[in-house]
């Protein structure tokens, strides 16, 4: 059974960081995508950033430059340092991995999703 547990979320000022972190458990995740996504009440749920098994990554326009996602293909875990957070970065992140080797960013192509952490921007 595969599992994706997210940490790291929390309450931080705007300008501030964040750092979230998502463990993955329960198959090996050869030639894999890991990515964030988030959602804001009343939103749909949006890509944020992706990173495939070779280490390329990709970022939604809103974010580039101020995250970054990075991997460790051995202990299964994908990161997302979030710096310079503004309130509009308020949202459920959630981990998402794609079993394929191909990248994208849309949330139809992931196959396994973590439960979410919540990060709230205060102004």
């Known amino acids: 059974q595969v599992q994706l547990v997210e940490s790291g979320g929390g309450l931080v000022q705007a300008g501030g960081s964040l750092r979230l972190s998502c463990v993955a458990s329960?198959?090996?995740?050869?030639?894999?995508?890991m990515g964030w996504f988030r959602q804001a009440p009343g939103k749909d749920r949006e890509f944020v950033a992706a990173?495939?098994?070779?280490?390329?990554?990709t970022y939604a326009d809103s974010v580039k430059g101020r995250f970054s996602i990075s991997r460790d293909n051995v202990k299964n875990t994908v990161t997302l340092q979030m710096n310079s957070l503004k309130p509009e970065d308020t949202a459920v992140y959630y981990c998402?991995?794609?079993?394929?080797?191909?990248?994208?960013?849309?949330?139809?192509?992931?196959?396994?999703w973590g439960q979410g952490t919540q990060v709230t921007v205060s102004s």
């Open positions: 329960g198959r090996t995740f050869i030639k894999s995508v």
């Open positions: 990173i495939d098994w070779s280490r390329i990554t």
């Open positions: 998402a991995i794609r079993i394929r080797e191909s990248m994208t960013s849309d949330s139809g192509d992931y196959d396994y």
